[in-house]
């Protein structure tokens, strides 16, 4: 199966499948407007990403309708990019949160769909492809391909290269990949070059304590903790630890203030409070969990930042709204600082878990 830059050309009208463009043979029926090699093809896509966005691929792949007037082929032109842009993201999004899962398999469909309407909307040398050539970089080598991954990762850098406005942010995620290329490759020395450049981009772009630079840390921290560094990696995976903690607290904060302002919305939560789209909580999770393991088994000693880690775990599922989790992780860091003397640490910790329970109680009403 030959799956490396199966879109170097984009698709115009022609019956070639969705995910590996060979001759196609069967359409999809829900939409007639999406085709495929086979059922093996038709599966992998629709489980990644089809199923979300089928019946939105109507429109942009039938024929444009008849215009009376310019100015209304005008409107009907910007709404077509209107609807790709969005699918840019939403594609984007959906792959993301599917690699920071660990499923790189399904991510693939996902991320092919993004960069193909980034080809459609942007031309096929522009900088806005970066990102797409990313995933598809990082999916590769979550599958063990490392050449597919290389050839990815020189496209986004070539591309990167040739381009006089490329944002800090693409700056930072294209080292980020190239510096998991190179741990894959058991390069330390090139990896750890690229992570540091990663976490000063994100720096540039985002600032030193922002969510979206923890990464950087997090995968620096691996390489330190794999060479047995492990003062270095205890202070990255703290840093890591301590940005979603305070991001997370903030948004806790501000809800549990919210709601002592107005008693009578107790409980009434009806959007997911964590300000993070999907792709960002699952790499919450994959970063804080990661973290929490390894305190667990090397830092025992220091009980607080297991708590600390305990804690964040637990303001995200709450956040989230998954009670259960939150609760399982509260008691796990009671438990942990009732054997530590922190007293103030206790408090807020039983804070956090009366705010569970009173929205177990709520629920526990609505399904009566
Ligand atoms: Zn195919
Ligand atoms: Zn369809």
């Given at each position: 199966m030959n799956l490396i830059y199966p879109l170097a050309v984009p698709k115009g009208r022609r019956l070639s499948c969705e995910v590996c463009d060979a001759p196609a043979e069967r359409v999809c029926t829900a939409c007639t407007v999406?085709?495929?090699?086979?059922t093996v093809h038709q599966k992998a896509d629709w489980g990644s990403i089809h199923e979300k966005i089928c019946q939105l691929l109507i429109p942009l792949r039938t024929a444009m309708p008849f215009y009376n007037s310019e100015e209304e082929r005008q409107h009907g032109l910007q709404q077509l990019q209107k609807r790709q842009k969005h699918l840019i993201e939403f594609c984007y999004t959906v792959a993301q949160k599917y690699l920071f899962e660990g499923k790189h398999e399904e991510a693939v469909p996902a991320a092919l769909h993004s960069l193909r309407f980034?080809?459609?909307?942007?031309?096929?040398?522009?900088?806005?492809?970066?990102?797409?050539?990313?995933?598809?970089?990082?999916?590769?080598?979550?599958?063990g391909r490392i050449v597919q991954a290389e050839e990815y990762l020189s496209q986004a850098r070539w591309t990167v290269l040739k381009s006089t406005d490329c944002s800090n942010a693409t700056h930072s995620l294209l080292h980020r990949n190239l510096g998991l290329l190179y741990i894959a490759k058991d390069n330390q020395e090139q990896a750890r070059y690229h992570l540091a450049n990663d976490i000063y981009f994100a720096s540039c772009a985002f600032g030193t304590e922002d969510i979206r630079t923890s990464g950087g840390y997090f995968h620096l921290a691996n390489i330190f903790h794999g060479l047995e560094k492990l003062?270095?990696?205890?202070?990255?995976?703290?840093?890591?630890?301590?940005?979603?903690?305070?991001?997370?607290?903030n948004h806790y904060q501000a809800l549990s203030r919210a709601r002592s302002q107005q008693a009578d919305l107790l409980g009434k939560r009806f959007l997911n409070d964590t300000g993070l789209d999907e792709a960002q909580e699952a790499e919450a999770i994959r970063i804080l969990t990661s973290i929490l393991s390894i305190r667990e088994s090397t830092f025992s000693k220091e009980p607080q930042k297991t708590i600390l880690v305990l804690k964040t775990l637990s303001l995200l599922y709450f956040l989230m709204m998954d009670n259960s989790k939150a609760k399982d992780y509260a008691m796990r860091a009671l438990g942990l600082a009732e054997t530590y003397r922190s007293v103030e640490e206790r408090r807020v910790i039983r804070?956090?878990?009366?705010?569970?329970?009173?929205?177990e109680e709520q629920e526990g009403h609505a399904t009566t």
């Amino acid at each position: 199966m030959n799956l490396i830059y199966p879109l170097a050309v984009p698709k115009g009208r022609r019956l070639s499948c969705e995910v590996c463009d060979a001759p196609a043979e069967r359409v999809c029926t829900a939409c007639t407007v999406t085709y495929y090699c086979g059922t093996v093809h038709q599966k992998a896509d629709w489980g990644s990403i089809h199923e979300k966005i089928c019946q939105l691929l109507i429109p942009l792949r039938t024929a444009m309708p008849f215009y009376n007037s310019e100015e209304e082929r005008q409107h009907g032109l910007q709404q077509l990019q209107k609807r790709q842009k969005h699918l840019i993201e939403f594609c984007y999004t959906v792959a993301q949160k599917y690699l920071f899962e660990g499923k790189h398999e399904e991510a693939v469909p996902a991320a092919l769909h993004s960069l193909r309407f980034r080809m459609n909307v942007h031309g096929l040398n522009s900088v806005e492809l970066v990102p797409a050539y990313l995933l598809l970089a990082e999916a590769s080598l979550g599958m063990g391909r490392i050449v597919q991954a290389e050839e990815y990762l020189s496209q986004a850098r070539w591309t990167v290269l040739k381009s006089t406005d490329c944002s800090n942010a693409t700056h930072s995620l294209l080292h980020r990949n190239l510096g998991l290329l190179y741990i894959a490759k058991d390069n330390q020395e090139q990896a750890r070059y690229h992570l540091a450049n990663d976490i000063y981009f994100a720096s540039c772009a985002f600032g030193t304590e922002d969510i979206r630079t923890s990464g950087g840390y997090f995968h620096l921290a691996n390489i330190f903790h794999g060479l047995e560094k492990l003062e270095l990696s205890d202070t990255l995976y703290t840093k890591a630890s301590q940005i979603w903690h305070t991001y997370l607290n903030n948004h806790y904060q501000a809800l549990s203030r919210a709601r002592s302002q107005q008693a009578d919305l107790l409980g009434k939560r009806f959007l997911n409070d964590t300000g993070l789209d999907e792709a960002q909580e699952a790499e919450a999770i994959r970063i804080l969990t990661s973290i929490l393991s390894i305190r667990e088994s090397t830092f025992s000693k220091e009980p607080q930042k297991t708590i600390l880690v305990l804690k964040t775990l637990s303001l995200l599922y709450f956040l989230m709204m998954d009670n259960s989790k939150a609760k399982d992780y509260a008691m796990r860091a009671l438990g942990l600082a009732e054997t530590y003397r922190s007293v103030e640490e206790r408090r807020v910790i039983r804070n956090l878990l009366d705010l569970i329970y009173s929205d177990e109680e709520q629920e526990g009403h609505a399904t009566t």
